[in-house]
């Protein structure tokens, strides 16, 4: 767009465009962290691993059974999918939002901040309700599980507060796309 003054100001996204899909990117990135570190990898919990101790009644699925394992699998499987729609939804969002210079925004400050405040949304959330308030699982049951529990909540804060500052710290994108008009020849 030229002004009166032969400026043409950028048509890249401001830093709150991209809020939105970069805290959803977060969250379904932070998720699938979560999944695929402590669920399948480490094998600390599943969904449902404390369920014998949960506060809704859920019915218990030992999960060092076959059939319990079964179906603590499962509901990795649905937390898993329900990751995935977070990532497409990030992105749907993302690509709906930046028209110009996508590839400049996913080395912008902005974004990864943004993604990073989500990502300790998750553990915020996850934790509050999962650990804490329906009691399914933890971080890593047994005599320290408040301690793992603490500190996964810590880690959102920490994540949330850091994203934060680091998405102020930049630009949308890589290179200066800010309201900066700059000059246009004149031929």
Known sequence: MA??????????????DIR?????LGVGLGGFVDGIL????????????????????????????????EMNTLWDGIFHAVCWLAV?????????????????????????????????????VEGLLDHQILGIHHVHG???????????????GLLMIGGYLLQRSGRPSARDVSDRPRKTRRT
């Not at 969904?47 to 030992?62: A, E, F, P």
Request: aromatic fraction near 12%.
């Open 38 to 69: 402590l669920h399948q990898l480490l094998q600390w919990h599943h969904m449902l691993s404390t369920t014998n101790h949960d506060r809704i009644g859920v019915k218990y699925y030992n999960p060092h059974t076959v059939s319990g394992l």
């Open 3 to 16: 002004t009166a003054s032969g400026e043409v100001r950028v048509g890249l996204p401001r830093p709150a």
């Open 88 to 124: 497409l939804l990030g992105l749907a969002v993302l690509y709906s939002r930046v028209t110009q210079g996508r590839k400049a925004v996913w080395a912008s400050r902005v974004l990864w901040g943004w993604i990073l405040v989500g990502w300790g949304l998750f553990n915020v």
């Open 20 to 24: 939105l899909p970069g805290i959803v």
């Open 142 to 156: 047994g005599p320290h599980q408040a301690w793992w529990d603490t500190g996964f909540l810590l880690l959102g």
